[in-house]
């Protein structure tokens, strides 16, 4: 983009933000207050009028900006804790949505990716689109085998778009971390590379397809939700061909009372398919607004949109259950040692402190029924306190969080006595059970266990090495001192008892610690004492070995 046309397009934002009476963002930009103050002598602006919520005024500006300062809002918007509650809220409502662009460039777009023609592969196919957005469009089609498809499409020159706006958005970031006096707490620069890998990889939809295909497997045979299949023989960087999925819109309550779904029953269910795809694959759909889920009339799930997930690591997950629970027993004490535990606060946090803060900020929400309390609000007041105690926190926790935030609300909307702590907390217990208790440490050691044997011939090989380097100074070790020369050549004549003493040592303990845990194991599970025996023996045979006629 040229330096005048650049400077132009910014003249044209500031413009839009006057229009839109957000003058409080234009002046925290320094060099932009001049020109506001150039819109603020336009005679229209003489006259007092009531105004909007800042909000809903900021809203209206992006989507004036253009499709892709829609999309960057609604990045914006699952980052409530970097935004005002006010502001994330309102733009969580942008709606990506464009006129769309021409069938026959769609067609186009379609046979130039397969380099065929489009009757090749489809037997119908609808050039009115379905539905338009800023990156891509979706048309209806139907396969020789008779099958109902979609066809997603992506619009032709966005990526110029794209590299056009992202430009301007990253100077607007710069700006504001040279200008405004919260720049470098709200890291503005860091905020924008987010949205650029995000809005880049929605530039192929290969990874959406990836995206639907791997949440298709975590859920196939469900019957809570359904996960269109994705035709992958049809599916290019610019191209993807999915099932088409049929239901009732979940935002239609009636349509879904008239066809006889439990009301209730669905709303629960919303909240189990994200506990667990969140707790049990770590691996989320983080856009789940009404818009992209239908209903059966036996009331399964049918999502589609698979352009933003999220995923959870086995150390994320540890730290959302804790303090959930942590939460559910209002054992504030316990939230402020799981962080210092998992790392998120520096480890000179007074606990005391950090404890005293959140109950400020919890003991208010708690005095509300438990079926009133936001879940969701609850997480991100815990992240906006953990904040003032120095907390990274990690995007797929605040994505995590405003997910959670749709569901709860989406929840409620279908059956407003939800109580979404008492679907949650049986959950969260079994999964903290199997996963942090006995049988996690037990699984662990299954697990493990054939790395260890690849390990263990090849240790004494190892302390051999390592002996002959300290010998040959390899090592830059100094040994002055007669005593340490005595050490030496002791640890050199011993290197093999010591050796076999502590592994076996470790194999003995190791066979006690699973031959305790077989109250914990299935009933008739054999697996338990025969690894038991089999640690406690190969322990004792090395021992021996070890120390022979040393009277063991």
């Not at 489009?118 to 008779?146: C, I, M, N, P």
């Not at 266990?449 to 830059?476: C, F, I, R, Y």
Request: glycine share 6%.
């Amino acid at each position: 983009m040229g330096r005048i046309s650049q400077i132009r397009r910014l003249l044209r934002i500031v413009h839009v933000f006057v229009k839109h009476d957000l003058d409080e963002f234009v002046s925290a930009v320094r060099p932009f207050r001049p020109y506001r103050f150039m819109l603020r002598l336009m005679p229209w602006r003489w006259v007092s009028r009531p105004l909007p919520p800042r909000g809903a005024r900021l809203r209206l500006a992006l989507e004036e900006l253009g499709p892709i300062f829609v999309k960057f809002g609604q990045i914006l918007s699952t980052r409530p804790d970097l935004l005002p509650e006010d502001l994330a809220e309102e733009l969580s409502k942008l709606q990506d949505r464009v006129p769309p662009f021409p069938g026959d460039q769609a067609v186009a777009i379609i046979e130039e990716a397969f380099d065929a023609k489009l009757e090749t592969y489809f037997s119908e196919f609808d050039r009115k689109s379905l539905a338009s957005a800023s990156v891509a469009q979706v048309h209806v089609a139907k396969l020789h085998d008779g099958a109902d498809v979609v066809v997603k499409v992506l619009r032709p020159g966005i990526e110029t778009v794209i590299e056009r706006d992202l430009s301007l958005i990253y100077t607007l970031a710069r700006l504001a971390m040279r200008y405004w006096p919260d720049g470098r707490r709200l890291r503005p620069v860091e905020v924008v590379d987010e949205f650029s890998k995000t809005i880049h990889g929605e530039l192929d939809l290969r990874r959406e397809a990836a995206n639907a295909s791997q949440l298709r497997a975590n859920f196939a045979g469900s019957e809570l939700l359904y996960v269109p299949k994705i035709y992958w023989d049809l599916t290019r960087r610019t191209v993807m061909v999915m099932e088409r999925v049929h239901g009732i819109p979940i935002s239609d309550v009636e349509a879904l009372k008239q066809a006889g779904v439990d009301m209730r029953q669905l709303a629960d269910n919303g909240v189990e398919i994200f506990f667990t795809q969140a707790f049990r694959d770590g691996f989320f759909h983080a856009d789940m607004h009404p818009g992209n889920i239908f209903v059966s009339p036996e009331g399964q799930y049918r999502a589609v949109d698979f352009g933003i997930m999220g995923s959870l690591g086995e150390e994320d997950k540890r730290y959302l259950a804790e303090n959930f629970l942590a939460f559910f027993n209002r054992d504030y004490r316990a939230v402020s040692e799981a962080h210092l535990r998992a790392g998120w606060v520096p480890p000179g946090t007074r606990v005391d402190e950090f404890e005293s803060a959140i109950r400020a900020v919890c003991e208010p929400i708690f005095a509300k029924p438990l079926k009133d309390i936001s879940f969701g609000r609850l997480l991100l007041h815990l992240f906006q306190t953990a904040r003032r105690f120095n907390m990274e926190v990690q995007p797929q926790l605040v994505l995590l969080q405003k997910t959670l935030f749709n569901i709860e609300g989406l929840g409620r909307r279908l059956y407003p006595d939800l109580d979404l702590w008492v679907t949650a907390k049986p959950f969260l217990e079994k999964w903290t059970h199997e996963h942090m208790g006995p049988l996690a440490l037990l699984r662990t050691l299954r697990k493990e266990l054939p790395k260890w044997w690849q390990w263990l011939p090849e240790l004494p090989g190892m302390v051999h090495d390592t002996l002959q380097k300290a010998q040959n100074s390899e090592l830059a070790l100094e040994w002055k001192s007669k005593e340490l020369e005595r050490i030496r050549k002791q640890i050199r004549q011993n290197y093999r008892r010591l050796y076999f003493t502590v592994t076996g040592s470790g194999l003995v303990i190791s066979a006690a610690v699973v031959l305790g845990m077989d109250r914990f194991a299935p009933s008739g599970d054999a697996v338990i004492p025969w690894l038991g025996g089999l640690l406690g023996a190969l322990g004792l045979f090395l021992l021996i070995r070890a120390w022979p006629g040393d009277g063991l």
